[in-house]
C-alpha cells in the first residue's frame, strides 16, 4: 500500500534534522517532521493533523495534547518508559500508544553494574576524594571494603532489563535476588537465582540494590526513606529506572547519615533539574558528607551509539505499521476505557 507523501508523522522532541533513519523508513508514505519541542505548549497549532506522533520525553504528553489531534493512528514513544504519555485519554479517543521496549536492554544493564561496582569496590569513593586531595595515598579511608562475591544483589523488577542485570550480577559471584509480584513462577529457577516474595525482606537482606520498574502509579515513590531504613547499613543502591520511583531526597540524607555507603542515580524526579535541586546541590558540594559517595549521571544510562539508531528505525517501524494498518508489536494501551495495568517489571 503507498499513498504518497500524502501522510504526516510529527516527532515531538530530542531528535532534530537530518531526520535520515525516519525518512529511511517512512519517506514513501508520510512527510517527517520535527518540531524540535522543549515544552508541551510548543505543540499548539503545530501537530493537529499528524496522522501519528512520535514522542520521546522532555515533557509529558497530556490529555489536552491528544485530545487537539485529529486523525492520529498512533502515539508512539521510541523508548522504553511511556509514564510520560497519559495512555489512558489516548485509549478513551481510539489511539494506540507504543514503545520500543527492547532497545537499551544491555546498556541499562551494564551501566547498573558499572554503578554497582564503582561504588562497592570504594572505586568512585576514593576517586573523588585523592583527586581534589583528600586523605592519604591509600585504601584506608574507604574501608571496609567486603567481598561482593556471595553477598546479595537485590533488583527489583525482572523484566527484560531486570533479567539482564541478573545475569551481570550472577556472572560477578553475587548471590542474585530479585522482587516482583507480576512475572510469572519459574523466572528464577530458569535464570538460577532467587526469588524474594516481599519487597522488605529483598531490602533487608541485600548488600546492593538494583531497581529496573516503571514509573506507574504503584511504583511511584516505591523506594522512600522508611525503605532506605530497611536495607543493612553501609549498603548501597542503583536506579536505572525512572527518578519518580525513588526519592532522591532521602537518598542523600541516607549517605549522609551511613545507612547508605553509596548511591548511583540515573535518573531524577525532574529532568534537567532545577538549579537549586538538592541532590544535584550535594553531589556538587565537596563539603557536604554525601558528596563522595553519590553517582550521578543525566538519564544516559541507556545509551550507546547503536542503540540510538536502534531505538529510532524500530520507533519509526511501528509508525509505518500504523500508518499502514498492519498489527502493532508494542502497543502499551487499551482502545477503551483502561483498567489498572500496573506492573512492576521493566517493560
Known amino acids: 500500500m503507498n499513498r504518497g507523501i500524502s501522510l504526516k508523522v510529527v516527532i515531538t522532541d530530542l531528535i532534530v534534522e537530518p531526520l535520515d533513519i525516519e525518512r529511511e523508513v517512512l519517506g514513501d508514505i508520510a512527510e517527517v517532521i520535527a518540531l524540535d519541542a522543549m515544552t508541551e505548549s510548543e505543540l499548539v497549532g503545530r501537530i493537529e493533523d499528524a496522522d501519528a506522533v512520535m ?7 497530556t490529555r489536552s495534547t491528544i485530545e487537539r489531534l485529529e486523525n492520529c493512528k498512533a502515539i508512539v514513544r521510541p523508548g522504553v518508559g511511556y509514564d510520560g504519555i497519559d495512555i489512558q485519554a489516548a485509549g478513551e479517543h481510539g489511539i494506540p500508544v507504543c514503545n520500543v521496549p527492547d532497545y537499551g536492554t544491555e546498556e541499562v544493564a551494564d551501566s547498573a553494574m558499572a554503578m554497582a561496582l564503582s561504588l562497592s569496590r570504594g572505586t568512585h569513593f576514593l576517586n573523588s576524594r585523592l583527586r581534589r586531595g583528600v586523605g592519604d595515598w591509600n585504601v ?64 533487608s537482606s541485600s548488600h546492593i540494590v538494583s531497581l529496573h520498574c516503571p514509573l506507574t502509579d504503584e511504583t511511584r515513590g516505591l523506594i522512600a526513606g522508611a525503605e532506605i531504613a530497611r536495607m543493612p547499613q553501609g549498603s548501597f543502591l542503583i536506579n536505572t529506572s525512572r527518578g519518580g520511583v525513588v526519592d532522591s531526597q532521602a537518598v542523600v540524607e541516607a549517605l549522609a547519615n551511613g545507612q547508605l555507603a553509596g548511591a548511583g542515580i540515573d535518573v531524577l524526579e525532574q529532568e534537567p533539574p532545577q538549579p537549586n535541586n538538592p541532590v544535584v546541590a550535594a553531589w556538587r558540594d565537596p563539603a557536604h558528607p554525601a558528596h563522595d559517595r553519590l553517582l550521578l549521571n543525566p ?49
Open 299 to 347: 538519564h544516559t544510562a541507556y545509551y550507546c551509539d547503536e542503540g540510538c539508531v536502534e531505538f529510532r528505525h524500530k520507533g519509526a517501524l511501528e509508525t509505518r505499521r500504523a500508518l499502514l494498518g498492519e498489527p502493532l508489536r508494542n502497543q502499551v494501551n487499551s482502545l477503551s476505557p483502561l483498567e489498572s495495568c500496573n506492573t512492576v517489571s521493566e517493560i
Open 55 to 61: 514522542v520521546y520525553h522532555y515533557f509529558r504528553f
Open 140 to 203: 584506608e579511608q574507604a574501608v571496609p571494603i567486603p567481598r561482593l562475591r556471595g553477598r546479595q544483589f537485590g533488583i527489583i523488577g525482572c523484566g527484560r532489563i531486570g533479567t539482564a542485570t541478573a545475569l551481570r550480577a550472577k556472572a560477578f559471584g553475587f548471590d542474585v535476588a530479585f522482587y516482583d509480584p507480576y512475572v510469572p513462577d519459574g523466572i528464577d529457577k530458569a535464570l538460577g537465582v532467587r526469588r524474594e516474595r516481599s519487597l522488605s525482606g529483598l531490602l
